[in-house]
Structures are given as structure tokens and as C-alpha cells.
């Protein structure tokens, strides 16, 4: 068990170091960033979200259960930036949040786990 949360916020380190571009004083991705990116179909905007879901899919699951996704078979990534993009559109006033709250919860929505 221990070995999995270690290697959870490996990942998640990884993760956010590798997301985070720009100046320290931007530093994380927050909506309005995820937005611009993922509205102009950029390859920062891919490679966010497949981390994120290759993230989600291989750890959450294990280190909290409450936070699984279960993706189908055959998603694509245009799916994922689709049902990201829809989130940041219909809730302009949660574009403040991480961008990793925000694409997580949409995503969760989208393709929730059986219980």
C-alpha cells in the first residue's frame, strides 16, 4: 500500500512538473490556461490530458477508490478534450480551479465507475 501512494504522487509530481510551463509565477495550470489550450486543439493541450488520464487510469483507482475513472475501450483524446471543453464552457465560473480538478470531475462524470 505503501509502495502505491509512493508512486501515486511520483506521478503526480512528475506530472504537474511536466504541465507546467511558462514562468514560476504562472505556476499550475488553472482552467482559463486549460481552456486556451484545449479550445485551440493544441498538442500542450493532448498531452495534458493524456497524462491526466493515464494518471486516472492506472493509480486513482488504487490509491482512492472515490476517484476512479473507468474509461471505455476505444476512448480517443478528442473525447476527453471534448468532454473537458463542454465543462469549462457550460461553468465559466470554476475556470479559477486547477486544471486538473477541473478535467478529473468532468471526466469522472462522463464515464463514472459501476458501484
Known amino acids: 500500500m505503501l509502495r502505491s501512494w509512493l508512486r501515486f504522487f511520483a506521478l503526480t509530481g512528475i506530472f504537474v512538473f511536466l504541465c507546467s510551463t511558462g514562468s514560476r509565477a504562472e505556476g499550475y495550470w488553472d482552467g482559463n490556461k486549460l481552456f486556451a489550450e484545449c479550445r485551440e486543439a493544441t498538442k500542450l493541450c493532448d498531452a495534458y490530458l493524456a497524462g491526466l488520464a493515464d494518471m486516472a487510469a492506472k493509480e486513482m483507482g488504487v490509491v482512492l477508490p472515490s476517484a476512479a475513472v473507468c474509461f471505455p475501450e476505444g476512448r480517443s483524446l478528442r473525447q476527453l478534450r471534448d468532454?473537458?471543453?463542454?465543462?469549462?464552457?457550460?461553468?465559466?465560473?470554476?475556470?479559477?480551479?486547477?486544471?486538473?480538478?477541473?478535467?478529473?470531475?468532468?471526466?469522472?462524470?462522463a464515464w463514472p465507475c459501476p458501484k
Open 83 to 109: 468532454i473537458v471543453l463542454k465543462q469549462l464552457k457550460d461553468y465559466p465560473q470554476g475556470r479559477g480551479e486547477p486544471a486538473v480538478y477541473i478535467a478529473l470531475t468532468a471526466i469522472k462524470e
